[in-house]
């Protein structure tokens, strides 16, 4: 029973690495997503969509009669957009490979608001012209607070354990 209880105390300890580590991959890989996305903004992305012109309620003739300037302006706008973007997804690559890491004070909250004005406000965004890309847009945000939750959790299970008379020699005792 004393070494069950024991590989239960050792398993108990490795899950907040595990939950930290794995916080850590989603921020990796939604920073990539970031960059990724910011290069498709950059270079690639149309000035306007069909579901832009659906949301408008013109044709690509119509709004070039109206505003004749208005695709280059919008390249302009979308390469500045992309670089936000791209710059943004930089920054959130070095956070989960140092701050994660090293939990360092406000990562949480840093991440959260982050999350919150990037990821969360694009996939809402999406939804409101009733955007084709909408679900796919979705799985970003699901997985920005899949990992913010992984990051909060381990983080709790990190302090749990550091304070614990049983499993840390140098936590105040009872």
Same mark, same amino acid.
């Given at each position: 029973?004393? *070494?069950?209880?024991?590989?239960?105390?050792?398993?108990?300890?490795?899950?907040?690495?595990?939950? !930290?580590?794995?916080?850590?991959? +989603?921020?990796?890989?939604?920073?990539?997503?970031?960059?990724?996305?910011?290069?498709?903004?950059?270079?690639?992305?149309?000035? !306007?969509?069909?579901?832009?012109?659906?949301?408008?309620?013109?044709?690509?003739?119509?709004?070039?009669? /109206?505003?004749? *300037?208005?695709?280059?302006?919008?390249?302009?706008?979308?390469?500045?957009?992309?670089?936000?973007?791209?710059? $943004?997804?930089?920054? +959130?690559?070095?956070?989960?490979?140092?701050?994660?890491?090293?939990?360092?004070?406000?990562?949480?909250?840093? !991440?959260?608001?982050?999350?919150?004005?990037?990821?969360?406000?694009?996939?809402?965004?999406? /939804?409101?012209?009733?955007? $084709?890309?909408?679900?796919?847009?979705?799985?970003?945000?699901?997985?920005? !607070?899949?990992?913010?939750?992984?990051?909060?959790?381990?983080?709790?299970?990190?302090?749990?354990?550091?304070?614990?008379?049983?499993?840390?020699?140098?936590?105040?005792?009872?």
């Amino acid at each position: 029973m004393k *070494n069950h209880l024991c590989y239960m105390g050792l398993r108990l300890m490795k899950a907040p690495i595990v939950l !930290l580590r794995f916080s850590k991959s +989603i921020f990796l890989v939604c920073g990539i997503w970031l960059i990724g996305l910011g290069g498709y903004f950059m270079f690639a992305r149309p000035a !306007l969509l069909p579901e832009d012109l659906r949301y408008l309620g013109l044709s690509a003739i119509q709004v070039e009669t /109206f505003v004749p *300037n208005l695709a280059s302006w919008l390249r302009n706008v979308f390469t500045v957009m992309g670089g936000f973007m791209a710059g $943004g997804g930089v920054l +959130i690559v070095f956070v989960s490979m140092r701050a994660v890491k090293q939990c360092i004070a406000g990562t949480g909250t840093a !991440l959260g608001l982050v999350g919150l004005l990037t990821v969360a406000t694009m996939s809402y965004t999406n /939804f409101v012209p009733d955007s $084709g890309f909408k679900w796919l847009l979705l799985i970003p945000a699901v997985a920005w !607070l899949l990992g913010l939750v992984s990051y909060v959790v381990g983080k709790m299970a990190e302090y749990a354990i550091a304070t614990d008379p049983q499993t840390n020699v140098n936590a105040p005792g009872e």
